[in-house]
């Protein structure tokens, strides 16, 4: 359950860390073996499923930031997914159907270029988690849980009810936005590209758990009583600890859009916020590898159960249920072995 | 006679028709122990917490080194050198002894915002915080989990913690609840020495440590400062053996 492993001293719990690093790494060389091993036979559909893990990781990644090393859960995360996939749907929509999106003060007609619609989608996604978190940050608990949902389901409707959008129809995106070099609509590359981005903002998280707002955040969770006490406000870092972790999953909701050339306000429905928490709890909230572990496993069952059964959820839940009495740290705690206490 | 460090005046707190704090006037002063004792009830958490700023008071006024803390929260307070122990420890239990120092030293530093450099590697705080732990005589428990120690230690840890803040005064709420003689004992030598670092504010029930240490002591009874002298001035007062050592009897 544990996520101080980040931020452990170097010397004394050699062993473990270092199994944590073989598992993150197997995980990690897993998704690229299964990945390449489905091109290599010309699977494409499971290159697409493998790059639809990739994502659906990132987003995990930036909840995990908030929930599993701030300890806030939030239940509105498909927000900022949702905000992202409409960033990259809206701004290809101007552009491939050559509408101005605005014209003052400067013509502005969207565009397909990957890079710039991450940082448009991001940028959203901060400064959505930026007001929301403002005001949720007020409470805790269970409130903070309602509030983040309540959110959540306000952006949700405002999408079905915004023709201009395509309103409940969701929006298509006709060709896949363009990344220089690359040819976005191979499969494999934009496989890789997915990877590149995920390993980036894992990154990313292990450099911010283990800084100074690392260690405050990861205080925040435990003991915000004791924070207060050495002169460090919890409200501030948490708050930022949301921003960025809004930004990580509005650029997830992004790829996504492209992966599935369409957003729709599905993606930003409950129950992506509720799939994302449980991507954590499987995978071993505040693991740094826990989201992809999860995902992983989550689109492997709901592809191979999804096969045996239509009911497939209703085993999904059995195992969740067995993770959560029996294996509290998750996949990884299970096989990385976990912390004694926490 | 030194300016006090910690000044209170006229100080008043109620909780609908319960006065919990009535106009309390004290003052901390360098060097010294202070004691504050009373019986279950007298309102000495409420006090305590009106000092390090988790409530606000009614009316009056508190200062510190003769600035005026109204308008500034707990994290405020902390940050200008109010080093606060609670009743009940608290600490980040996942953390270890040396991370939670740590955590102690980045808030004395100020700076938190910072993203890139890894916090255990920044010897800017960990030099202080080691120095820390081995006034509070934690050494070589550095990589323990807060959680897997001993009652006692965690008491040191809370010490060691606020001597990385940098402290001007110590605000230390029961420390010796709940230990043995032998670690009463220890705690209140460890204690005795940190006096010359910056003057204590002590809530304590063990009325042997209190006798044993303080310069002064306070008496709070209903929310009321009813005596303050020295040890002995206290022990011989006999309002105060009336309504507080009497009871003990």
């Known amino acids: ?253 992004a790829l996504y859009a492209d992966l599935n050339r369409f957003v729709s306000p599905s993606m930003l429905s409950w129950h992506l916020s509720g799939e994302l928490l449980v991507f954590l709890i499987l995978g071993g909230t505040g693991r740094l590898f826990a989201p992809l572990a999860g995902a992983g496993l989550y689109i492997a069952l709901e592809h191979l159960l999804g096969g ?35 | 006679m030194a300016d006090p460090i910690l000044d209170i005046r006229g100080l008043s707190k109620s909780f609908g028709a319960l006065k919990a704090t009535d106009d309390v006037s004290l003052d901390l002063r360098p060097g010294e122990i202070h004691a504050l004792i009373g019986p279950n009830g007298a309102g000495k958490s409420t006090l305590i917490k009106q000092i390090s700023g988790e409530i606000a008071p009614d009316a009056g006024e508190i200062r510190l080194d003769g600035r005026s803390l109204s308008g500034v929260d707990a994290a405020g307070r902390a940050r200008l050198g109010m080093a606060r122990s609670f009743q009940v420890s608290s600490v980040a239990a996942e953390f270890t002894v040396l991370q939670n120092v740590v955590l102690a030293a980045q808030g004395a530093s100020g700076a938190t915002f910072r993203f890139f450099r890894p916090v255990m590697r920044d010897s800017a705080l960990l030099d202080p915080a080691r120095d820390c732990i081995a006034q509070a005589g934690l050494t070589g428990r550095e990589n323990v989990p807060a959680a897997e120690l001993a009652h006692g230690e965690r008491r040191k840890l809370e010490i060691a913690m606020a001597l990385a803040l940098r402290p001007r005064l110590f605000l230390l709420d029961e420390p010796m609840a709940g230990m043995g003689t032998e670690g009463a004992r220890a705690l209140g030598d460890l204690l005795d020495g940190l006096r010359h670092r910056a003057p204590i504010l002590l809530v304590e029930h063990d009325m042997d440590a209190v006798f044993r240490l303080s310069d002064r002591v306070s008496v709070l009874v209903y929310g009321r400062v009813v005596a303050t002298g020295t040890p002995d001035e206290i022990r011989a007062d006999p309002e105060v053996q009336r309504v507080y050592l009497g009871e003990e009897a």
């Not at chain 1, 969701?170 to 976005?184: D, K, Q, W």
């Not at chain 1, 207060?228 to 409200?235: K, N, Q, S």
């Not at chain 1, 009911?311 to 912390?339: D, M, S, Y």
């Open chain 1, 1 to 253: 359950m544990s996520a101080a492993e980040i931020t452990a001293a170097p010397t004394g719990r050699g062993g473990r860390m270092a199994r944590a690093q073989i598992v993150n790494a197997a995980l990690a060389l897993g998704l690229i073996g299964f990945g390449v091993g489905a091109w290599a036979m010309g699977e494409t559909f499971l290159v697409t499923l493998a790059t639809k893990v990739a994502i659906l990781a990132i987003a995990g990644a930036g909840l995990n930031l908030v929930l599993g090393f701030g300890g806030l859960v939030s239940f509105g995360h498909a927000a900022y997914f949702g905000l992202g996939g409409y960033t990259a749907g809206i701004l290809a929509h101007h552009a491939l159907n050559y509408t101005p999106m605005f014209e003052w003060p400067v013509l502005f007609e969207g565009t397909t270029s990957m890079p710039v619609i991450w940082l448009v989608a991001m940028a959203v996604g901060a400064l959505a988690a930026a007001v929301i978190g403002a005001l949720s940050l007020r409470t805790t608990g269970v409130y903070f849980i309602m509030i983040t949902l309540a959110f959540g389901q306000m952006i949700f409707y405002f999408a079905i009810s915004w023709p201009a959008y395509g309103g409940e129809d969701g929006l298509p995106i006709y060709v896949r936005n363009g990344f220089p070099g690359l040819n976005t609509l191979d499969p494999i590359q934009f496989f890789g590209l997915v990877v590149a981005l995920l390993l980036a903002v894992l990154g990313l998280i292990a450099m911010l758990a283990r800084s100074r707002f690392g260690l405050a955040l990861q205080a925040a969770r435990q003991n915000r009583q004791r924070l207060m006490a050495v002169g460090i406000r919890p409200g501030g870092v948490l708050l930022v600890a949301f921003v960025i972790s809004g930004a990580i999953t509005a650029l997830a909701g």
């Open chain 1, 308 to 342: 045996v059964s239509d009911h497939w959820q209703f085993f999904f839940g059995l195992l969740l249920l067995g993770v959560v009495l029996f294996a509290r740290g998750g996949v990884i705690g299970f096989l990385a072995g976990g912390r004694k206490h926490g």
